[in-house]
Each structure stands twice: as structure tokens, then as C-alpha cells.
């Protein structure tokens, strides 16, 4: 029950600013920005570093770096995935049974055809495309159904 109040809070606050949708938008495609990375939950906090650094509205970057936190297995393994899609590398499965310390580390390294290139890869193209999405979803809804959702949410 309290997360659904907190949750209710936030979206009032946030469908309440004085900002135009345009500034809404930017600060909610800004804050999203963070959670294609592994950040360990700092996520919200980059993006309000992320805001300031742009000067674009910081409660809506915010709101878009904590919409984004619970959903971090799916951006990471997307990023992965993406990554393979574009450099054209399958990505090696190995059995955790079969890890050694050393090596994955040696490989990790030492090593960037191990992942990372095609995770950087990968999340490059999508924050891209992201960024663009929650940009014209969020300005929409901002534009046209600010009110009534706000109606609704009271």
C-alpha cells in the first residue's frame, strides 16, 4: 500500500510542473539515459547529474531514472543482444560450472570481443532509439492528456 501511494505522489508532482511538455520530455528522455549502464541503483542519481549537466528539468529526469531502475536485467541483456545484432558475433554462452576466476577476468580485460564491445555497442543504439521513444511518448501524453490523467490520478 505504500508503494502505490508513493508511486500516486510522484505522479502528481510530476504531472503538476509548470513546465511545458517539450522540457518535461527532454528531462524524462534524459533520465532514462542512466539505466542502459549498469549503475547498481545510482541510476536516479546520474540522472539528476545528467539534468543539471544539460539543464533540462530535473524532477522529470529523475522520475525517468527511477521508472527505468526495476527493469535493469532487460536493458543489460538488450544491450547485449543489440550489440550481437549490429557487430554480427554471436555471443558465447558458457556454463557457470565451467568460470574460472582468472580467465573471465583475462578475458574481460584483456579482451574486448568478450562482451563489452557489444555491450557498449548495444547500449549505444539503444539509448539512441530510447531516448527518441520516451521523448515522443512522454510529450504526447504531456500535450494532450495532461489534465485528465491528473483528474484521474486526484
Not at 522540457?23 to 536516479?44: D, H, I, K, R, Y
Not at 543489440?82 to 580467465?103: D, H, M
Amino acid at each position: 500500500m505504500k508503494l502505490k501511494r508513493q508511486s500516486k505522489y510522484f505522479l502528481i508532482r510530476l504531472f503538476r510542473q509548470k513546465s511545458s511538455p517539450h522540457e518535461v520530455a527532454m528531462g524524462l528522455s534524459v533520465g532514462f539515459v542512466p539505466n542502459w549502464f549498469p549503475t547498481f541503483g545510482l541510476g536516479p542519481v546520474f540522472s539528476i547529474g545528467i539534468a543539471k549537466l544539460t539543464k533540462v528539468n530535473v524532477i522529470s529526469a529523475f522520475m525517468g531514472g527511477v521508472i527505468g531502475t526495476p527493469l535493469w536485467p532487460v536493458f543489460f541483456l538488450l544491450n547485449y543482444k543489440t550489440g550481437s545484432l549490429f557487430l554480427n558475433q554471436p555471443r558465447e554462452e558458457i556454463e557457470l560450472k565451467e568460470v574460472e576466476y582468472l580467465e573471465v577476468f583475462n578475458n574481460t580485460i584483456g579482451n574486448l570481443q568478450s562482451g563489452s564491445l557489444q555491450f557498449l555497442t548495444g547500449a549505444l543504439i539503444n539509448i539512441v532509439i530510447s531516448s527518441w521513444a520516451v521523448y515522443l511518448i512522454s510529450y504526447v501524453i504531456f500535450k494532450r492528456y495532461r489534465m485528465d490523467i491528473l483528474a484521474k490520478l486526484k
